[in-house]
């Protein structure tokens, strides 16, 4: 029986859009086991899938259509395994809310991505599950964290053309066989080597992330959709000139909460995604270091809606600031106080219970 955990994970943080990532401290579970004295049964691909936690009346438990176990088997089929081992069963625990900014699909991708290397005993290193995981969900940002953990900045090759000006590559295209249709035997496209890549960077102790989490859904498809295909020069030098602070004042102890709130301002997604989210622009405007003790920087989380709020202290004031200002938009909010999960996705056997 094998655990592998993968940390949710919090894309932009601010200026940094598709660039930087922040692994946190709530984790996807996915408990395999495979008893191969089972009857083989190529119609579920010889794996049954169960899923606990949030959004269970939406996930998809069939193997060849789950986000999670499609991911595994185009790894399985890359290396001319077809499907499961006889016996497979997954059981999917997810805390991580869908579709709120928090790297739910990044997790289940980089999940399913581990899932494929055990299952397949590949023996995979992680920047070769990173080129596996790109495949399918291409923004390095949410995969790269967490893979790796702690606070990361990423970038993507340049890849050819034809794959450029695809946003993200539809798991329907590295799988080629319509979901749950009949295995036509093609072997998916192999990822080239070096597609993404990351550097950590250091996270000064003291900063926890508060997450205030809406109770809406914002699909990161819809998120980049309102976003113009150009920006003028100006919006993206303010991004650039914080950019390059953020990085280094978020590893500074103790932390300085005006240039950390500063570094975190951001012209290049969160003004058009406001369009998506009540009281957005509002909300970052007017919390503040000055309205808030213990608060140092302010933004949307990923593609949001979670709002994302950087701070030592006083968790409990900011984040019944931000909910009432939701609430007069008639949004109810949960809210949690993450760290960052540091060791990224981990993957441990342990003794068939
Ligand atoms: N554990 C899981 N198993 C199967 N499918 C999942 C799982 N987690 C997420 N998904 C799929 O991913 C979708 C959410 O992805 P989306 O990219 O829109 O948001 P997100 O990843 O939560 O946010 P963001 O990318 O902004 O951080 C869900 O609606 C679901 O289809
Ligand atoms: N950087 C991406 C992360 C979403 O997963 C975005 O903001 O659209």
Redesign the pocket.
């Known amino acids: 029986m094998w655990t592998i955990k993968v940390p949710c994970?919090?894309?932009n943080i601010g200026p940094g859009f598709d660039v930087i990532g922040l692994a946190l401290s709530m984790y996807?579970e996915i408990h395999v086991t495979i008893k191969s004295d089972s009857q083989p049964d190529p119609s579920s691909l010889n794996c049954t899938v169960a899923?606990t936690g949030v959004?269970a009346e939406?996930?998809?438990l069939n193997p060849s259509n789950?986000?999670?176990t499609r991911t595994a088997l185009y790894v399985l089929r890359c290396h001319n395994q077809r499907t499961f081992p006889v016996g497979t069963h997954v059981h999917?625990h997810?805390p991580?809310?869908?579709?709120?900014?928090?790297?739910?699909?990044?997790?289940?991708v980089v999940?399913g991505v581990m899932l494929g290397n055990v299952c397949g005993k590949l023996d995979l290193d992680k920047p070769r599950l990173l080129d596996f995981a790109l495949m399918v969900?291409r923004?390095p940002d949410?995969v790269a964290a967490a893979l790796y953990g702690g606070f990361v900045g990423t970038y993507l090759n340049e890849l050819n053309p034809e794959d450029m000006a695809r946003k993200e590559v539809p798991l329907a295209e590295v799988l080629p066989q319509p979901a749950g249709g009949e295995d036509t035997g093609l072997v998916p496209p192999i990822p080239p080597n070096g597609i993404g890549h990351f550097r950590r960077f250091d996270w000064a102790k003291e900063i926890k992330a508060l997450a205030i989490i809406p109770d809406f859904?914002?699909?990161?498809?819809k998120?980049r959709e309102v976003l113009p295909t150009s920006y003028s020069r100006k919006d993206m030098i303010f991004n650039l000139q914080r950019l390059a602070l953020l990085t280094t004042v978020l590893s500074d102890s103790p932390p300085n909460a005006e240039l950390i709130y500063s570094a975190m301002q951001d012209k290049i997604h969160q003004p058009y995604r406001a369009t998506l989210i009540p009281g957005l622009t509002d909300i970052l405007q007017s919390v503040t270091p000055s309205t808030h003790k213990g608060l140092l920087g302010i933004c949307l989380?990923?593609?949001?809606p979670t709002i994302l709020a950087l701070a030592t202290g006083n968790f409990d004031a900011i984040a019944e600031t931000i909910i009432s200002r939701f609430k007069q938009e008639g949004i109810t909010c949960q809210w949690k106080v993450l760290e960052p999960a540091e060791d990224g996705t981990t993957c441990v056997e342990e003794p068939d219970k």
Not at 96 to 108: D, E, F, H, K, T
Not at 301 to 304: D, E, L, N, P
Request: aromatic share 2%.
């Open positions: 994970s919090s894309a996807l899923y959004g939406d996930i998809d789950n986000l999670l999917i997810n991580i809310p869908l579709g709120r900014g928090l790297g739910s699909s990044g997790a289940a999940g969900e923004h949410n859904e914002v699909s990161t498809a998120a989380s990923g593609a949001g």
